[in-house]
């Protein structure tokens, strides 16, 4: 083990001096999986931005960048684990764009990540835990954490002027993390969550679940579940029993199965999911298109952000090492200096150059705070007339 | 005035979804009692056999809403419920000619022919997934409502709504008119009476001149029946999946040993105490109290006994209490 912690470290030491003309990132999504669906327009969108980075010849004196993909699954930790340890160790990567869920992309950071030192900027992973899991710096993410969107959930449903809520969440990683970020948020802002009751998916009856919701009584219920899974159930089970009037749905509840299903009986409820107006996004869905897939899947410009935020850091710290670029990804992603756009990386790099700020925005209005995750916009929905419709962003 | 409240909580959440859950078992109790009466053996293929059934309805319904026939605001599936029936009765007679009859035939203790339906299980269990696959299908169409529980409370005036689905009223009665059919065909017809004799005395209905091959036929076919129409009406009132009509066995045979195995009021009383038990034993009674009791009594706690998750404990606990403290159920049925 020791001879091969000193083989790795060596090895990626010589990678970190030899590879400035020559600069490998991986790709860890989960490109087979309950995701795969979404993970090919993610890793073209990365892709995409390293080729713009290396046609404009601009990064550490013309080196060029090579994505190598992973398939991390999206599930099981361990064929991620190992995916990722065959890139950092026998690729030799630089940076690692990735993980995609949640649950892999802690197991990827910590068994593979933090021990050879390697830098992972993943865009999709939401979790609240990973907000406080050891990263020795390394791990950012440009999409926010569902703690971020406990708070934005409160501010819309403390604006409507309730402040008592019922809360159902679906009994995984995702609802849990989602409900405490929000009952915690919403308690500390002086309202009151009347109950937090989990419920299982795949359930053909959810009336005795709704039965405890109602007699807990408030004035609109939090559904954070899946609108394909129990998140449905509970809803149909609250209108026929009349139990709740009024709901609030997080990300995992809208779609378009949403109206589909339920329609004018939600009128007035609301909700929100990770989206911005930013210009950023319409210039990624426009490159994407020239380039021939989706840029305006989820997370796609998140992905593209992932991996321009590597490449500038590393223009910035004047390296392509993990150790030395980590430091510099908050200080390319935030004010002050000058705002970066989607298919400007070259000018970016320029200006990094000449020893310059920048203030990287992108396709997904990048603002990293706290432990390097994304601040996080937030599309704000209303139900009206049995469709979902935009109220504003925040 | 708060009693009423009271009570219109208790009626939307615990009387009105506990009678149409109470309906599905009590069907399906029935099909399973009418095995061990007739046939003398417990019959772990029956959620699938419900599922069968309803899978048979599902096509049918998607049929026939292709085709544009419909019967408004009645669900289409009550169309297709014929069809359910006769594929189900194929099937279970299928079943029947190449797995039981053989034990039948070779006298085999209870035991033999209750491992033989689990492997009925397993099998049915995979067909049906292989052909509808194991997602959940909804295919309730139709009004959804007869009075939903916005309207009943503008209509009224009161606090609390209380809404009836469509589906729980059709469930009630299309149970009511299959149990009475069920009670004059077992007292009235002569097949009726050849198959309580043939349940009550094996050797006595033969020598009576009794053919045991058609009344073992018929008593498949009645179970058939009465499973398809309690999976069929289980599906409309909730969502058809493969897996929950095979965790509806353990609520069915609770509900059938409460009542007393082989006997058919039994089966039909066992559905609803274990229906009733079920929802009010995981029901929160904190409003009900609330609006009963004085404003400073007011439960701040939810008032529920279990938890939600701990439904199906509930019709465990009752099947092991009835089994140890009365084995032949409430109306004396034979002892498991």
């Known amino acids: 083990m020791k001879k091969l912690l000193i083989a790795t470290t060596a090895s990626a030491l010589i990678a970190g001096a030899a590879s400035a003309e020559d600069i490998k990132l991986g790709i860890v999504f989960g490109f087979t ?24 010849g601009a990064l550490l004196g013309g080196a060029t960048v090579e994505g190598i993909r992973g398939d991390s699954t999206c599930i099981d930790s361990a064929a991620a684990v190992a995916a990722t340890e065959r890139l950092v160790t026998s690729d030799k990567v630089n940076g690692i764009v990735g993980g995609d869920c949640s649950g892999v992309t802690g197991a990827m950071l910590q068994n593979v990540a933090r021990p050879n030192g390697i830098v992972m900027i993943s865009p999709s992973a939401t979790s609240p835990a990973l907000s406080t899991a050891e990263d020795d710096g390394l791990f950012f993410r440009t999409s926010p954490s569902d703690a971020r969107q406990g708070q934005v959930m409160t501010e819309i449903i403390m604006e409507r002027g309730i402040n008592s809520v019922a809360v159902t969440y679906t009994n995984s990683d995702y609802g849990k993390g989602l409900a405490d970020a929000f009952e915690s948020a919403f308690v500390a802002a002086g309202g009151t969550v009347t109950i937090n009751l989990a419920h299982e998916d795949g359930k053909a009856d959810y009336s005795a679940e709704v039965g405890a919701l109602a007699a807990a009584g408030g004035e609109l219920l939090v559904v954070a579940g899946y609108v394909d899974q129990g998140g449905d159930g509970i809803m149909r089970a609250s209108i026929d029993t009349g139990a709740f009037d009024l709901y609030h749905f997080p990300d995992g509840m809208i779609s378009t199965n949403l109206e589909d299903n339920f329609g004018n009986d939600i009128n007035g409820s609301q909700g929100q999911h990770p989206g911005t107006d930013s210009p950023g996004a319409a210039s990624v869905a426009a490159m994407a298109e020239a380039n021939g897939f989706d840029g305006s899947s989820p997370f796609a410009p998140e992905s593209y952000d992932a991996a321009a935020l590597i490449m500038l850091a590393m223009q910035a710290a004047g390296s392509s090492s993990s150790a030395d670029y980590a430091a510099k990804v908050m200080d390319v992603a935030n004010a002050p200096g000058v705002q970066i756009f989607p298919g400007e990386l070259a000018k970016g790099l320029k200006i990094l150059a000449d020893g310059g700020e920048i203030d990287y925005v992108g396709g997904s209005a990048v603002e990293l705070i706290g432990p390097g995750e994304s601040a996080g916009a937030y599309r704000q929905i209303e139900i009206k007339g049995g469709k979902i419709t935009t109220m504003k962003y925040r | 005035m708060d009693i009423l409240h009271a009570l219109i909580v208790l009626a939307n959440f615990i009387i009105v979804p506990a009678i149409a859950y109470g309906s599905q078992l009590a069907l399906g109790a029935l099909g399973i009692t009418l095995v061990v009466g007739v046939l003398r053996f417990s019959n772990f293929a029956h959620g699938e056999t419900m599922a069968f059934g309803t899978m048979i309805v599902i096509l049918m319904t998607w049929l026939f809403t292709a085709i544009g026939l419909s019967i408004y605001p009645l669900p289409t599936a009550l169309l297709a419920l014929p069809f359910g029936i006769i594929g189900c009765i194929a099937i279970v007679l299928l079943t029947d000619k190449f797995v039981y009859k053989f034990y039948r035939k070779a006298k085999s203790t209870p035991v033999v022919l209750v491992m033989a339906s689990l492997g009925v299980t397993f099998i049915m269990n995979g067909l049906i ?129 409460v009542g007393g195995l082989g006997n058919p009021v039994g089966a039909i009383v066992g559905g609803f105490i274990i229906a009733f038990s079920e929802i009010s034993f995981t029901y929160a009674y904190k409003k009900v109290f609330t609006y009963l009791l004085p404003a400073d009594w007011a439960p701040t706690s939810l008032v529920q006994l279990l938890s939600t998750d701990y439904k199906f404990a509930v019709s465990f606990s009752i099947l092991v209490l009835v089994l140890l403290f009365r084995p032949t159920g409430l109306f004396k049925g034979q002892s498991t």
């Open chain 1, 33 to 56: 999986g309950p995701i795969e669906s979404l993970t090919q327009p993610m890793a073209q969108a990365a892709e995409m931005a390293m080729k713009e980075v290396s046609d404009s």
């Open chain 2, 129 to 257: 997934r292989f052909i509808i696959g194991p997602g959940d299908q909804r295919f309730a169409d139709g009004a959804r409502f007869i009075i939903k529980a916005r309207d009943f409370k503008t209509m009224t005036g009161f606090k609390e709504g209380l809404a009836i689905k469509v589906t729980q009223s059709i469930t009630l009665v299309t149970a009511i008119i299959v149990v009475a059919a069920l009670f004059w065909f077992l007292n009235k017809t002569r097949t009726g009476k050849s198959m309580r004799a043939y349940s009550d005395n094996e050797d006595l209905a033969l020598l009576s001149g009794i053919n045991p091959e058609r009344v073992v036929m018929i008593t498949w076919i009645i179970v058939a029946i009465l499973a398809t129409v309690a999976g069929t009406l289980y599906g409309l009132d909730k969502t058809f999946k493969p897996f929950t009509y095979f965790q509806l066995l353990l609520p069915m045979f609770a509900a059938a040993v």
